[in-house]
């Protein structure tokens, strides 16, 4: 079956950097445009970025624009979130999405406090 396991999420200090990883199996991952998705508390779901399957095509929101990175590594069947210059706004959970087959990760917690 699908499945999509976050990792690397963590405490940082604002500034500071972490990089996120999602391991994929049960489908073609090479095959699958990928998002991360972020969900602070009281507010919704929101996109983070995504990148497509095979050129990388890549996209993101304007509020981490210039600060993150998606990437992803077809032969490892894992896509990545390189975050820097965190901010105390970037708080949330951070979730893998495989749009195709609408499966959700199970979500990594991201603090950023002093």
């Known amino acids: 079956q699908v499945q999509l396991v976050e990792s690397g999420g963590g405490l940082v200090q604002p500034g500071g950097s972490l990089r996120l990883s999602c391991a994929a199996s049960g489908f073609t991952f090479s095959s699958n445009a990928m998002s991360w998705y972020r969900q602070a508390p009281g507010k919704e779901r929101e996109l983070v970025a995504d990148i497509t399957s095979t050129d990388g095509i890549t996209n993101y929101a304007d509020s981490v624009k210039g600060r993150f990175i998606i990437s992803r590594d077809n032969a490892k069947n894992t896509l990545y979130l390189q975050m820097n210059s965190l901010k105390f706004e970037d708080t949330a959970v951070y979730y893998c999405?495989?749009?195709?087959?609408?499966?959700w990760g199970q979500g990594t917690q991201v603090t950023v406090s002093s």
């Open positions: 999405y495989v749009r195709s087959w609408r499966h």
